[in-house]
């Protein structure tokens, strides 16, 4: 704020604070004088002016108040750190962020008085005449100033915006147009600079502020074999993690394993019974899911197997240690079974069951009754997430003394603040879940663990569903295994590639590894390329669709680009050589196109780092794809005479191959998806 506008917003108050000690001392007559004199008529005209001065003193007094918090607390605004020298650039630069800082500079300086003015940014479409990107502030300013009797219009507006924009090397120029729209047409040599800095030093994340963030994801069930159901916590929450890692963050992959519970109980019971020798030898459990079955069973039908059960329950929780070792050999069988499929999707996670947090649930009711936040209900203790009682309250004590998930999710949210010292929460589970983590982070926030900005992040999604529309199950109608899943996947992967012949040109190494990038891609990219809250159809016949937006055309378009200046002879060694010489150079229409979609990586990176939905940049990739096909149609990279020889090579354009191909390669390792040069 200028000095000009805090000694006017003084003078103000001073005004208002006169105005107030008169309408006081006029009060105070009227409240203090006689009025058992005064006729009716004239009783109601005072207390009806009585009542405007109160409320004209209450204006009054939130004016003061508004205007004093104004001088103390408003800051002057930081003028944003413009870019003034494209060589100053060699990591990756986030086009929209230096555009607003551009456009906040211009609008703050025809502005000044407007506090927080809208700075909008977009992309203008695909009409290269309406310029790269626009800013669309004008109208809501326009706004803005018509709210405070200030006539004017848009493009007036717009004008005034246009005539304070600082220059930028990223800029060519900026037009006014239609309504008050400023169309923002970018730099060649800048884009040319960032391109060919890529070639040089790698794609560099943009520089963000690094947060320690906590991913909570997978979480299958000891004991229980994982199913299609843990398949879309345990792809997305891996991809989240691999994004975020690229942005420098801190990110603790946590497997919240269900290892505690009265399930254990007959479990342990089954195993003492079947293998009385548990102790000494490891019992042959390889089928953990018909054990399980096996002990439910007898639970179910069995009185004194249930009793006996239950005994085991008090046992363990008690720390026997026989009946821990017993929990242990069972938690460890189930571990390796859940370690295969982890393999084989490439997915790193550290596993932490509910019994990590046994002692600290213990704490976390101690301390929720000492604050006066439980309250007793029908024998159980509940906690609201508000004083209104709005919602479904947390049960934190049941009825019969015992915990519940409930329990589990406050003493593990206050773990992750304290003691890991986390600064984002993300949960990755389905949508049906959304209500308990909306309370878990109210109740935590009541109890004071958390604060200002910390929270609960819930990354919802849908269920996967059969080509019948309905819960993918096999025909029997059970739960389909995530392994026979892969498997069928293998399968048809091979099938597919040999279909293409590609077992004829690919060594036997190769092929190998092109049906495990195929069959765990297309598996992958099924699920990331949809909007996650939205259930999809799981279809190998689609995903295995080597045309449109999946992960086998993706695949297949990166190994051809990849094949362009492998089949010229030109080595990454020699391209660099080139890269210093001349660097990268966009002069055809189709190559500046493809230029400026590889210049926004950094923006859909950033976008999806925050609202976590990964289907942007599947978008993006298929976007790279569609483009890179489009300039190679219309510009050779390497010229041939009739009988194939190589005439001329285009240095430039596999120079733009080469970004194209990292670029791409980067979002399938975003994705968690392997690449293969051959395929």
């Known amino acids: 704020m200028s000095d000009d506008n805090t000694k006017a917003i003084e003078a103000r108050t001073i005004k208002a604070e006169k105005e107030v000690k008169a309408i006081e001392e006029e009060l105070d007559k009227l409240i203090k004088g006689d ?104 109208m809501p300013i326009s706004q803005l100033l018509k709210a405070k009797n200030i006539k004017t219009n848009p493009r007036e507006v717009a004008n005034n915006i246009l005539n304070r924009t600082p220059p930028s090397p990223l800029v060519e120029k900026v037009e006014v147009a239609g309504a008050g729209f400023l ?20 794609i560099k994340p943009p520089p963000v502020k690094r ?67 548990y102790k000494t030898e490891s019992p042959p459990i390889s089928d953990l899911q018909a054990f399980y079955k096996e002990s439910k069973k007898r639970f179910d039908e069995d009185e004194e197997f249930k009793k006996k059960a239950y005994s085991c329950v008090v046992e363990l929780q008690s720390g026997n240690p026989d009946f821990i070792a017993a929990w242990k050999l069972i938690c460890e069988v189930s571990r390796k079974e859940f370690q295969k499929v982890y393999d084989r999707l490439n997915i790193r996670i ?39 009682r709005t919602g479904i309250p947390l049960t934190i004590v049941k009825s019969d003394g015992g915990y ?94 040999v279909e293409k012949g590609r077992d004829k040109v690919l060594t036997p190494e190769e092929l190998r590894k092109a049906q495990e990038a195929v069959a765990y891609g297309c598996i992958k990219y099924a699920d990331l390329s949809h909007n996650r809250i939205n259930d999809y159809i799981f279809s190998f016949d689609k995903m295995l669709d080597d045309k449109g937006n999946t992960a086998v055309y993706l695949l297949y378009a990166l190994t051809r680009i990849q094949s362009i200046a492998r089949t010229a002879q030109v080595s990454t060694e020699q391209l660099i050589q080139e890269v210093e010489k001349s660097g990268i150079k966009l002069t055809h229409e189709a190559e500046w196109k493809l230029g400026k979609v590889l210049l926004r990586f950094p ?49 430039e354009r596999l120079m733009l191959c080469e970004v194209t191909a990292r670029v791409m390669t980067k979002c399938f390792d975003i994705l968690g998806i392997q690449t293969v040069s051959k395929m």
Request: proline share 3%; aromatic share 8%.
């Open 603 to 651: 923006e859909v990176i950033l976008k999806v780092s925050n609202d976590l939905f990964l289907h942007s940049l599947c978008e993006y990739l298929y976007e790279i794809s569609s483009t890179f096909t489009e300039f190679y149609d219309k510009c050779y990279c390497v010229e041939k005479d009739k009988s194939g020889n190589i005439v001329k090579i285009f240095y």
């Open 404 to 497: 519940t998930y409930d329990t589990s999710d406050m003493a593990t949210i206050k773990q992750r603040v304290q003691e890991e010292k986390g600064q984002r929460f993300i949960y990755v589970t389905d949508v049906g879940q959304y209500n308990h983590f909306a309370t878990i982070d109210a109740c935590a926030r009541r109890a004071g663990i958390l604060t200002g900005d910390l929270k609960v992040e819930h990354v919802g999604f849908g269920v996967v569903l059969g080509e019948d529309k309905k819960k993918f199950k096999t025909r029997s109608g059970d739960t389909i295994k995530l392994i026979d899943l892969m498997d069928e996947g293998l399968k048809r992967s091979l099938d597919k590639l």
């Open 211 to 277: 947060e320690r963030i906590v991913v909570d994801f997978s979480s299958p069930n000891i004991a229980k074999e994982m199913h299609v159901g843990h398949l879309r916590s345990t792809i997305i929450g891996e991809s989240i993690c691999r994004l975020l890692e690229f942005l420098n963050h801190d990110v603790l992959r946590i497997n919240h394993l269900g290892d505690w519970g009265t399930q254990f109980g007959m479990l342990i019971a089954h195993l003492q019974d079947q293998f009385p020798d």
């Open 350 to 388: 550290i596993d932490r069951g509910e019994s990590f947090y046994q002692s600290r649930m213990v704490t976390i009711v101690k301390e929720l009754k000492e604050k006066g936040l439980l309250e007793e209900d029908e024998g159980r203790f509940i906690m609201w997430g508000s004083e209104e």
């Open 35 to 138: 009025l058992s004199y005064v006729s009716d008529p004239q009783l109601d005209k005072l207390l009806t002016e009585n009542e405007k001065l109160k409320h004209r003193l209450a204006i009054l007094e939130n004016a003061i108040k508004a205007e004093s918090s104004q001088i103390v607390k408003r800051e002057p605004r930081k003028r944003p750190m413009l870019i003034t020298n494209i060589n100053s650039i060699e990591g990756t630069l986030c086009l929209v962020d230096e555009l607003k800082n551009i456009f906040t500079i211009a609008i703050e300086a025809a502005y000044p008085d407007l506090e927080d003015p809208p700075v909008v940014i977009t992309l203008s479409g695909n009409n290269p005449k309406f310029g790269d990107y626009q800013c669309n502030s004008a």
């Open 183 to 202: 169309n923002i047409y970018l730099n060649r040599p800048f884009a040319e600079h960032v391109l060919t800095c890529i070639l040089k030093y790698g």
